[in-house]
């Protein structure tokens, strides 16, 4: 493997390719329909499966699939499938008041699912907050992760049993934190061979330009951690589309900080899990850091309070569509006799009575008592806010009795 | 010791009176700025076409272009680092914060050159730069959208800080802010940019107040409560009540944070013997509690109770399903006020 992670044979394939040094000012067209930052993704663009439900064959990536069968594949789907309706019958929670806010990753489930799949109960994930797939595949239950959303926790979820650490809203945060915990991973000796552990942090395209993810960059390089940097580049960063801040495609830079850099098809759930696997066993074997872009594209709005019809153009959604993660997935399967249309069936019904179930979660959820504001603020109590707990509760109680 | 002066902001010679929005308002007052100077430029997270997530900037970068309206890479302290930079070669850069929990990666440049630079260079090097914060809680948000660190800033000697809780205010704020020589954050309660109950008329003839005064908005005899910003309009609704039941409550908008304008307010207390301070922030070491020091110093004799306060606890903003709790409202005031008037 240690060959394949050479910096020089992974950040830029041939000389010569390189994009010119200034970039071209693109036409205000071009800016409002996204147009160059959401081209194709290029020469250097990892796909296992095309838009059409082609294999490709990729001598470097067809071994960390080569156990992907029909069996698995339809599993991979079927993840894909209850991701996305989840999310959407979240989105529609949302838009019945039954959420605070929605966060959709429609368009981005073969990253998530790819990637989130590809790691071991042992490595940690860290999410921005998008990564409901991620966490699905973490198995953890979208109903704890719906708490964050109907703004009655921030989650609360079993970080270590999950592997899958708390939503960070802030952006780039993470990314360090994320490096942190990957460096005590090698600090523990947990990284050298086939039975190592790793990280993977997910953050956004417009994430890139925080000192935080650059700083991540640098500390990993320094000490070599175990972390694969999964950048989801889904063109957009709320109006801004990736344009706004990199000339060079996202990839690329890791060669600056002295490691592999590699951009997938975000929405080739076999690229991305071969990709992935690819660069945690790099990072397994102490060859880490790597950073992936998955490139893909955010077919819903930013979140339910955004209005993308101010800022992009439709047409490039209706091209996207056409590079759905999901339905490669099933013209491949349909065309090899890998599943039939029961297979499709069932996992319709499947989805459906999960999102039936999520929906009947959500509209019995309880608020938390309001004492809660005043827990867990610290792990050793602190003696002032007892007392203002103390003080608080004593003025609710006044209202029963009638007293305020 | 004199006043803080106040930048001098003309009205234009063509004049209107709309009824506006706080939000509305201080578009246009943004909008009357750059008209006025070229060097005023607008930047920030998705303020170009998107108008920002608030819709403040709507229109301005159709209006004025691509290099006065930037839609910056997603980086808070690259934006106000380079602010200060613009700042320093003759611009007059207002940088938006899309929410108020996102300052902190600027934060350093804030401490470190924005408020620091024209001390250490015994005023050579000038930075009229404005921060734009939509802050405070009340809508439902998810964390780091609800938070108040006004606090943090008015701590911070060098740069100064003001809050609107009104359009007439918002429409003028803005613009002395942005024509005024210091760094100035300006803190818009972000709850009620849109709310159409405090619509009022804005007059743009109008002899603007000065920036760095506190304003009496209601008399009274019975207390006085203190507020800026988003609790303004909780503290009037909690004197509206209290007159019912007979006591008059004196109303202070604070309106400049850093520096304070403290005058009213003695001179307030020492009419009514007591002082309520009203704040969404956490009242550790806060606005709040600078208030009440320098009240204790100045009107010791002539206080009938503690100064007390009304505030959210010393906690992380909760999630917001129990935000009511967290935040001061009517009824937390006025038994603030019944507990003063007992002591
Ligand atoms: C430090 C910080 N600044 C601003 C924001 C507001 N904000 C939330 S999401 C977002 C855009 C993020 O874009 P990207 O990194 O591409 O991730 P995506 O949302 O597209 O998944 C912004 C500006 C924030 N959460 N944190
Ligand atoms: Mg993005």
Known sequence: MSDMSSAEQWTHPGEGDLPPATAAKPTKEQVIAGLRATTEGGADLTQLLTPEGERVASPIFDPYVADIDFAAL???????????????????????????????????????????????????????????????????SFKEMLGLFRCTSMGEWDYRKHGFHPYTIVIGNQVLNATGYAMGQKFDGKVGDDDGEATIVYFGDGATSQGDVHEGFVWAAVYDAPIVFFCQNNQWAISEPTERQSRLPLYQRARGYGFPGIRVDGNDVLGCLAVTRWALEACRHGNGPVLIEAFTYRMDAHTTTDDPTRYRLSDEVETWKLKDPIERVRVYLTRNGGADASFFEQVEAEADEFAADLREFVFNMEDPPPERIFDNVYAEPSAQLEAQREEFLAYLAGFEGGEH | MSAPTTPNVAAPASSTVQTLTIGKAINMGLRAAMERDNKVIVMGEDVGKLGGVFRITDGLQKDFGEERVLDTPLAESGIIGTAVGLAVRGYR????????GFIFPGFDQINSQVAKLHARTQGRVKVPMVIRVPYGGGIGAVEHHSESPESYFAHLAGVKAVTPSNPVDAYWMIQQAIFSDDPILVFEPKKLYHMSALKEPVDTAATPMPLFKSKVLRTGTAATLVCYGPTVKTCLEAAETAAEEGNELEVIDLRALSPMDLEPVFASVRKTGRLIAVSEAPSEASLTSEIAARVQQECFYSLEAPVLRVTAFDTPYPPSKLEEHYLPDVDRILHAVDQSLEW
Do not use: T
Not at chain 1, 117 to 123: I, K, V
């Open chain 1, 74 to 140: 339809r599993g991979l789907y079927k993840d894909m499938v209850i991701v996305r309706r989840a999310d959407r019958e979240a989105n529609a929670l949302q838009r019945q008041g039954q959420l605070g806010i929605w966060v959709p990753l429609l368009g981005q489930e073969a990253a998530q699912v790819g990637s989130g799949r590809a790691l071991r109960p042992n490595d940690m994930a860290f999410p921005s907050y998008r990564e409901h797939g991620v966490g699905y595949c973490r198995g953890v």
């Open chain 2, 93 to 100: 850069p207002v940088c938006e914060i899309q929410f108020e």
